[in-house]
């Protein structure tokens, strides 16, 4: 019996050993934080008398306020009837498109990433007012998957 009791304690030491000395459990530095707005906010919509169709413009713009840093995986708009919910528009641009049409994916520490964005729909009853969401989401350089999320009036 004190064999066994001997052999448990050795385990136990060997499992605990490399937990002493540096934290090698992760990377250093801070863990990224992000703040998502959406500029014009109301945003304004241009609509054709011709045809009834409404066409947006407006910028998504991520910014670091942690001192992290990260990459953007995907930046996702939807516009929705706000007498129905239904959607009725959807721009998503993942970590690709943002290197083509932004020119990164990345934000540094305390920087900022502008997504400029456009949209076209119809409402019934040829209406322009509408719902618009935005849903970033960023993997910092720790690992740790970032979710934002803003809701804005279209006029």
Not at 107 to 123: D, M, N
Not at 127 to 145: E, F, I, S, W
Request: glycine letters at 8%; aromatic letters at 6%.
């Amino acid at each position: 019996m004190p064999d066994r009791r001997r052999v448990a304690l050795v385990l136990a030491a060997a499992l605990l050993a490399p937990a002493c000395g540096e934290d090698i459990t992760g990377p250093a530095g801070s863990r990224a934080v992000i703040a998502v707005t959406v500029d014009p906010n109301p945003v304004r919509g241009s609509q054709s008398p011709l045809t009834g169709v409404v066409s947006v413009g407006y910028k998504v713009v991520i910014t670091e306020v942690n001192g992290g840093s990260g990459e953007v995986l995907f930046v996702s708009s939807q516009i929705y009837d706000p007498e129905t919910g239904a959607q009725v528009a959807l721009t998503y641009f993942d970590s690709s498109d943002l290197v083509v049409f932004v020119g990164s994916k990345e934000i540094e520490p305390l920087g900022t990433l502008t997504v400029a964005q456009t949209a076209s729909y119809i409402l019934p009853d040829f209406r322009t007012a509408a719902q618009l969401t935005v849903n970033v989401q960023m993997k910092d350089d720790q690992g740790n998957l970032l979710n934002q999320s803003v809701l804005v009036k279209i006029e």
